[in-house]
């Protein structure tokens, strides 16, 4: 039964131990360096990672120990569970500590006890009638509590700034556990819709998703529906904005939220996030007959290629046919206030393919179309008629969220508690001497910033004498 | 940049240096009146400073962020306002200014050579909480350069072997070393509450802009490094009794670190904060 009680005691010095943190937070630093110096997966796309793998060999093996993801890797939530369980029974034990402190802060010292403090002073007092009332009087101007038991005094200022250490490392506790469960029971998806389309929540609807092993599916029946979309929002204030789309949340018929996301501007509804992310352009297609009657067509999705144009490959329905097309969106070139451009006479280079064989390849402008062949006994065409809009949406469910921010706005009232309110004690005690004359021993001490103190107490015993020279002069 | 901005400019960093020179001709030539010199002169050129940030600010229509001539001045001018405050707050302080103020000149002379072009401000970084991760990171700095001169002052005053006996009688009539390291301690301290807000508003930001607090980006990284190394300083201070020599040199150590993380990261590093460092 001992040896156990010795185990359970070693483990909790062992985990409680202020080394231990040190060691772990220079970890957590050298991970975090390897984290800035190893090309990281998340930094970095996908094709760009094989490249720089296929130039750095030692990135491949970097790679298969997990340090192109090593904020991610096993090792670095090794060193943070064992710094969260460091913190933890470091926050327990200082937080008994502090409770004690305060407990037991509120008792009285005698003259032999007071003598022993490093700050410590006599003043005497001819007159004994009021030297009671001026020691509290210039310990209250101080801003002391003071208290008095007979001819005892204790003052204490700052009191609660005991509770700033352990309220930061609760803190510290709070925020990463927090990151830990917001990341475990985290859901990100991302919507891609055209000016007028609208997407349910379910998962087939998402182009991406991404789920942490804690999440719950719990689908609300909600609807999302982008009304409009603008590259160059401009707020209430004139304010450019950026990109912005008009969502509206839809739940069984009925809009429930509208409003407009943009960059620092989101969505939130019943749990859920929404954030503008990319955009890009939705041109139509249409595949028509001689008379002009439309047998197929839709708005298709057109990708960035981070030179001003969007490229876009979609099968051309009933014709066996692939379009490759790249959209020219300004080719008369329209530049707003802010040298931000907006689209002007689009113009499409489109690209037919039968299998591998090009058999159409020209430019065509909005409204415009080329015959194609002939399906049945109509001649075809197939044209450009419309250009909308795409964006994509995050839909992001973090519980942890709450939690982290709140814990950061604490941890930071806490620090301001842990270095701006040290506490500071103050004793006094009334000796009454063999000539009839009154001594005060004074003493005092403070948890931090010793010299301050040292020169605030020095200012009172001058004041206690600076009184004591006022009562002899009288 | 206008002729008057660069004129301002030109002759703000013109007394920084001024009043770096008295500070090192008054420890040099040990005349203390003359560190009071180096303060006016700082407090002279703080003046013309704050007028070439303000035309810069009018003509931008944005605070001084976004181009690294932009945030070395404007480090520079929060260090500067924040060093006058403190020294007529509390007298003693004003011996940093021989580590300060040759760095301010520094950075302003770095800030100069640097591209002077206005920058258009993005959508994204139109928040409020942009405003306050780039104010709280020049509050920082400012702190922590103050304290990390205190602690330089603490270190000659410690060593062993003094250059002359006028030298120890002429840094005897500077604050005790306790005083030194109890201040450094204080404007650390400061430092980093500053620090951590910073480091919480940019994640707030982060969070409104791309929906994410945290991403791993090497900026991102490095303000938290510089944050575990000043908690490891207060750390010890609190908890194991450091003071003195070992906090002071521990200091040095975190400056570099934390200049990476304001300055070097974005040049070294392709990430968020890259673009804008022209």
């Known amino acids: 039964m001992d040896d156990i009680k010795q185990l359970i005691k070693n483990v909790s010095l062992f985990f409680r131990s202020r080394k231990l943190a040190i060691v772990l937070i220079i970890l957590i630093i050298a991970v975090t360096i390897l984290g800035t110096i190893i090309p990281q997966e998340h930094i970095y796309t996908h094709r760009h990672m094989e490249e720089m793998k296929e130039q750095n060999q030692y990135l491949i093996y970097m790679d298969m120990i997990g340090f192109t993801e090593i904020y991610t890797s096993w090792l670095f939530f090794g060193i943070m569970f064992l710094f969260l369980i460091n913190t933890s ?25 007071i003598i022993k403090l490093q700050n410590n002073a006599s003043v005497s007092f001819n007159n004994n009638d009021s030297a009671n009332e001026k020691v509290i009087h210039i310990l209250r101007k101080k801003r ?11 003052a204490v200022k700052n009191r609660f700034g005991v509770l ?18 917001g990341g475990m029971s985290r859901m990100e998806g991302k919507l891609q819709l055209a000016e007028g389309q609208s997407l349910t929540e379910q998962h087939q609807d998402y182009f991406y998703v991404s789920e ?41 018929g009925l809009v429930v939220k509208r409003d407009v996301v943009h960059s620092n501007h989101l969505i939130v509804y019943d749990g859920i996030t929404i954030f503008q992310n990319e955009f890009g352009f939705s041109p139509l297609f249409l595949l028509k007959n001689e008379s002009g009657g439309v047998i197929s067509g839709s708005y298709v999705y057109a990708e960035d290629d981070e030179s001003g144009r969007y490229l876009s490959v979609f099968p051309v329905a009933e014709t066996g046919l692939t379009a490759q097309v790249t959209l020219y969106p300004n080719t008369s070139r329209v530049i707003l206030e802010g040298g931000y451009d907006i689209p002007k006479d689009p113009m499409v280079y489109l690209e037919l393919f039968n299998g591998q064989e090009l058999v159409f390849d020209g430019v065509l402008g909005m409204n415009q179309m080329v015959a194609i062949g002939d399906i049945g006994s109509e001649t075809v065409t197939f ?27 604490l941890s930071l009232f806490s620090i301001f508690v842990m270095f701006f309110f040290s506490p500071s004690q103050v004793w006094a005690s009334l000796e009454q001497e063999d000539n009839g004359s009154t001594v005060i021993y004074i003493g005092g001490r403070s948890d931090r910033y010793k010299s301050s103190f040292k020169d605030e107490f020095n200012i009172i015993i001058t004041q206690l004498e600076g009184e004591e020279m006022k009562n002899g002069s009288a | 940049m206008g002729q008057l901005e660069w004129v301002l400019y030109l002759t703000a960093s013109s007394l920084y240096a001024i009043s770096a020179v008295w500070y090192i001709l008054s420890v040099a030539f040990k005349k203390e009146k003359w560190l009071r010199h180096g303060a006016i002169s700082a407090a002279l050129g703080i ?3 704050s007028l070439a940030l303000y035309i810069r600010w009018v003509e931008s229509g944005h605070g001084p962020y976004m181009t690294m001539h932009e945030v070395f001045s404007s480090y520079a001018w929060v260090s500067v306002a924040v060093f006058l405050l403190a020294i007529v707050k509390i007298k003693k302080v004003r011996i940093a200014g021989l580590v300060v103020m040759p760095i301010i000149f520094i950075m302003m002379g770095i800030g100069a050579t640097l591209s002077t072009e206005i920058m258009e401000i993005p959508p994204s970084l139109s928040s409020f909480w942009l405003i306050a991760h780039v104010g709280f990171a020049k509050l920082t700095f400012g702190s922590i350069l103050i304290g990390t001169g205190l602690a330089v002052i603490y270190l000659l005053k410690e060593r062993k072997k003094p250059g002359s006996e006028s030298m120890v009688q002429f840094l005897n009539r500077f604050p005790e070393k306790n005083i030194l390291d109890e201040l450094s301690y204080q404007f650390v301290t400061a430092g980093f509450l500053f620090l951590s807000v910073m480091i919480a508003a940019g994640a707030i930001w982060a969070y409104q802009t791309w929906g994410r607090y945290w991403a791993w980006d090497p900026i991102e990284s490095w303000s938290l490094i510089a944050w575990l190394v000043y908690g490891i300083y ?11 020599k070992k906090t002071a040199w521990l200091l040095v150590f975190a400056i570099f670190v934390l200049v990476f993380s304001l300055f070097g990261t974005g040049i070294v590093y392709e990430g968020l904060h890259t673009a804008y460092m022209v």
């Open chain 1, 89 to 113: 029974f470091c926050t327990f034990n200082m937080s008994r500590n502090a409770i004690r402190k305060l407990q037991s802060s509120g008792k009285f010292r005698g003259k032999d006890s």
């Open chain 1, 144 to 154: 002391y509590n003071v208290k008095q038991d007979g001819s005892k005094i204790f």
């Open chain 1, 164 to 181: 700033g250490t352990p309220l930061f490392h609760l803190c510290i506790f709070l925020v990463i556990s927090s990151i830990a469960y």
């Open chain 1, 212 to 252: 942490g092993p804690l999440f719950k599916e719990q689908h609300k029946n909600l609807v999302f529906r982008l009304e409009k979309f603008d590259p160059y929002f401009k707020d209430d204030k004139g304010t450019y904005r950026g990109a912005a789309s008009k969502i509206a949340i839809v739940k069984d």
């Open chain 1, 383 to 409: 044209g450009f008629y419309d250009l909308k809009y795409w964006s994509i949406i995050s839909i992001v469910n973090d519980k942890g969220i709450p939690y982290i921010f709140g814990g950061f706005y």
């Open chain 2, 47 to 49: 003046l013309p400073h």
């Open chain 2, 234 to 244: 207060l750390h010890q201070r609190l908890n194991a009794g450091w003071k003195g």
